[in-house]
């Protein structure tokens, strides 16, 4: 069975600092792009940042350019969101992604297969 399963989301105050973590059910996962889209409640979801097969590529939305940084670990089938100065803004649902069959990122929501159930990252002002 194919499956994506966040981790790490919780309640921060502004200008700290979370971890999300993404765990594959396969290593086929592992020659796709992967990415993080989030979702506040009342708004459509939104790109966050989204890396290669291969890691060498990454893009990132302009509102967390500098303070977030994906990668991923292809021995542990995981994709990783490190996030710093985190802002009441970024408070939403943070989703993982992976595209099948295609090996460079997206920013389009619509380009991703397979979604995570979802984690929630709260930061208090």
């Known amino acids: 069975q194919v499956r994506l399963e966040e981790s790490g989301g919780g309640l921060v105050q502004a200008g700290g600092s979370l971890g999300l973590s993404c765990v594959a059910s396969?290593?086929?996962?592992?020659?796709?792009?992967m990415g993080w889209f989030r979702q506040s409640p009342g708004k459509e979801r939104e790109f966050v940042a989204a890396?290669?097969?291969?890691?060498?590529?990454?893009y990132y939305t302009d509102s967390v350019k500098g303070r977030f940084t994906i990668n991923r670990d292809h021995d542990k089938n995981t994709m990783s969101l490190h996030m710093n100065g985190l802002e009441p803004e970024d408070t939403a649902v943070y989703y993982c992604?992976?595209?099948?069959?295609?090996?460079?990122?997206?920013?389009?929501?619509?380009?991703?297969?397979?979604w995570g159930q979802g984690t929630q990252v709260t930061v208090s002002s």
């Open positions: 992604a992976a595209r099948w069959g295609a090996a460079e990122p997206s920013d389009r929501t619509d380009a991703y297969m397979y």
């Open positions: 890396i290669s097969w291969n890691g060498r590529t990454t």
């Open positions: 396969s290593r086929a996962f592992n020659t796709n792009a």
